[in-house]
């Protein structure tokens, strides 16, 4: 009994607390899922002819159109808020999916990125038009892309392919529902998204933590 009470006051009780703080914006102890189970993006590939996965890391996606250099601020903030600030967590990544033919513009969107630091962990992945359009259609969000196959929201998506959002009632009570987070809005990411994605890394740390005890145990 002990025991089990040490291990909960080392272990437990540090994610509990980490949980409530990181929550005070979103009324939500768990990030509630917008839609399950959503396509793999495995077949598709980076300018290095590589492959990128979304089962098994915590993503944060996005659709850069075809003028990828108009959306650059967009990229800034997202980096410097958001990705700067979780690059460290060993599952965490940035897909931006981007259309065939825009690879110059992320050559030399990639130049000025890597300005801000690491690049590791960010992904630029190209489809055709019609494989962009089906696969935006399948997360079943109230927001369409534009004529250009873009749209300035990112989404979190967790290792099993769930993208997450709000969705229920804030501390007032009233309805809340956010699928996607506004990378035009500095305020948006540093209040909303930032407090959204730290409830999601806590609750794969909160896992890890769990099947160590477990294994432990056995």
Excluded: C
């Excluded at 793999?40 to 980076?46: D, M, N, Y």
């Amino acid at each position: 009994m002990k025991k089990n009470l040490v291990l909960f006051v080392l272990f437990i009780l540090p994610i509990v607390a980490y949980l409530f703080f990181a929550s005070g914006v979103n009324s939500f102890a768990k990030l509630p899922t917008i839609t399950k189970n959503i396509p793999e993006i495995s077949s598709w590939k980076t300018l290095d002819n590589k492959p990128v996965a979304l089962t098994g890391n915590i993503t944060i996606l996005g659709f850069m159109g075809q003028d990828v250099l108009k959306h650059k601020g967009n990229i800034f903030n997202l980096y410097e808020k958001i990705f700067d600030r979780n690059k460290n967590f060993k599952d965490f990544q940035m897909v931006m999916i981007v259309p065939d033919g825009t690879q110059d513009q992320v050559k030399e969107l990639q130049k000025v990125l890597v300005t801000l630091g690491t690049q590791a962990g960010w992904n630029f992945v190209f489809a055709s038009p019609g494989e962009i359009n089906s696969f935006y259609k399948k997360l079943n969000l109230v927001g369409k892309l534009d004529t250009t196959l873009a749209t300035p929201n990112v989404f979190i998506i967790d290792k099993k392919r769930n993208l997450r959002g709000r969705k229920g009632q804030d501390k007032k009570g009233k309805p809340e529902y956010k699928e996607g987070y506004n990378t035009k809005f500095v305020s948006e990411l540093y209040n909303e998204m930032t407090d959204d994605v730290k409830i999601i890394l806590a609750e794969y740390r909160l896992a890890l933590k769990k099947n160590h005890n477990a294994t432990k145990e056995i």
